[in-house]
């Protein structure tokens, strides 16, 4: 699937290893790491992993920026996944990216940035984006896990691509 996962500051090793194994679940391409984010091999990470971390390329940036200004020198559409004025629910997503049809690969490629579990997405990062997706919440704290909101953003990728 033409979709990198950046993780930005993510301190959690469990939530690291979570999105490794959603992203193989969804052959999401890769998954940058990028500042105080742990990096493979990690006992943590296999732990939720679950070897995961072997069969999704990753690399590691010292900072979130420079993963973000490489992905769009590599014309790569960049979503920050944070709750601003103006951004896009998830749900619509799928008006947005034109699905893969067996005949073809997508033209268009596309990078999804998660946040710091207590900060989110930096400022300097959603500055850097091209448009910021958020998931419609409806209880008290408008808050999810970060490794839960990469599963469901992961999927909702999944299906605009490649179920539609």
Same mark, same amino acid.
């Given at each position: ?28 391409? !890769?998954?940058?790491?990028?500042? =105080? /984010? ?11 992993? +679950? &070897?995961? %971390? ?39 997503? !799928?008006?947005?990216?034109?699905? =893969? /049809? ?11 940035? +998660? &946040?710091? %579990? ?47």
């Amino acid at each position: 699937m033409p979709l990198i996962v950046v993780l930005d500051d993510v301190r959690s090793l469990h939530n690291v290893g979570s999105v490794f194994r959603s992203s193989d679940a969804f052959r999401v391409k !890769s998954i940058y790491l990028c500042g =105080i /984010t742990a990096t493979p091999p990690n006992a943590e990470i296999h732990k939720t992993a +679950l &070897g995961a %971390e072997d069969s999704v390329d990753w690399q590691y940036f010292p900072t979130t920026e420079e993963a973000i200004e490489q992905l769009k020198a590599n014309g790569y559409y960049v979503y920050s996944v944070e709750q601003v004025e103006g951004s896009t629910k998830l749900q619509t997503l !799928s008006q947005q990216v034109a699905p =893969i /049809t067996s005949e073809q690969t997508s033209e268009k490629r596309y990078a999804v940035v +998660l &946040g710091n %579990e207590v900060k989110g997405v930096k400022q300097s990062v959603v500055d850097l984006s091209d448009n910021c997706l958020e998931i419609p919440q409806f209880g008290t704290k408008h808050s999810l896990n970060v490794s839960v909101t990469a599963g469901i953003v992961i999927w909702e990728f999944a299906h605009a691509l490649l179920l539609e």
